[in-house]
T-cell receptor
Framework: EAGVAQSPRYKIIEKRQSVAFWCNPI?????LYWYQQILGQGPKLLIQ??????VDDSQLPKDRFSAERLKGVDSTLKIQPAKLEDSAVYLC?????WGQGGTGELFFGEGSRLTVL | AQSVTQPDIHITVSEGASLELRCNYS??????LFWYVQSPGQGLQLLLK??????LVQGIKGFEAEFKRSQSSFNLRKPSVHWSDAAEYFCAAGSSNTGKLIFGQGTTLQVKP
């Protein structure tokens, strides 16, 4: 079974530039998550999708971050304009729907490492 | 506010020695609890999880964890550490309703030969 795919793995940009990250979850997983992991910290949830609807985006900096999951499968996370403090690893995860056979396990991709100069 | 605390940022143990990584949580109700491991440049891999029932749960790679409601703790243990266990370990608490996970800040495990 293929895991969660993310691209690009690494990205270096100047501040105020834009960047986009792509995620393809495990087939059949209705729930998709984007987490931000700053060096030395645990992952922090940015946004959670259930199919193509947003469940939780309370910690997404909406003035610069946006995310979409138009067809309920793959997802894109965009940052525009980027700030120095956005340097982090952006982790995508997917899971089965909780309470409908879901085990509560999130499956993570390898992440996209962003460096903002 | 909901939070997960891992008091130890960095732990060093000798290969073959026992290991205990601490995790405390603050949550409105008993959350689902997880331990994940992250090797450098990799995503997070689930070690074990607790939903309900037996408070001692077994995971992969010889790890186990014990849920103690009275102490709001979910400590991870391994009887004998291998050099390949060197990694970063994250404790997480999840909502039974939404699946949202709150992570601790992580504990880096170094294994001495």
């Amino acid at each position: 079974e293929a895991g969660v795919a993310q691209s690009p793995r690494y990205k270096i940009i100047e501040k105020r530039q834009s960047v986009a990250f792509w995620c393809n979850p495990i087939s059949g997983h209705a729930t998709l998550y984007w987490y931000q992991q700053i060096l030395g910290q645990g992952p922090k949830l940015l946004i959670q999708f259930q199919n193509n609807g947003v469940v939780d985006d309370s910690q997404l900096p909406k003035d610069r971050f946006s995310a979409e999951r138009l067809k309920g499968v793959d997802s894109t996370l965009k940052i525009q304009p980027a700030k120095l403090e956005d340097s982090a690893v952006y982790l995508c995860a997917s899971s089965l729907v909780w309470g409908q056979g879901g085990t509560g396990e999130l499956f993570f991709g390898e992440g996209s490492r962003l460096t903002v100069l | 506010a909901q939070s997960v605390t891992q008091p130890d940022i960095h732990i060093t143990v000798s290969e073959g020695a026992s290991l205990e990584l601490r995790c405390n949580y603050s949550y409105g109700a008993t959350p689902y609890l997880f331990w994940y491991v992250q090797s450098p440049g990799q995503g997070l891999q689930l070690l074990l999880k607790y939903f309900s029932g037996d408070t001692l749960v077994q995971g992969i790679k010889g790890f186990e964890a014990e849920f103690k409601r009275s102490q709001s703790s979910f400590n991870l243990r391994k009887p004998s550490v291998h050099w390949s266990d060197a990694a970063e370990y994250f404790c997480a608490a999840g909502s039974s309703n939404t699946g949202k996970l709150i992570f601790g800040q992580g504990t880096t495990l170094q294994v001495k030969p």
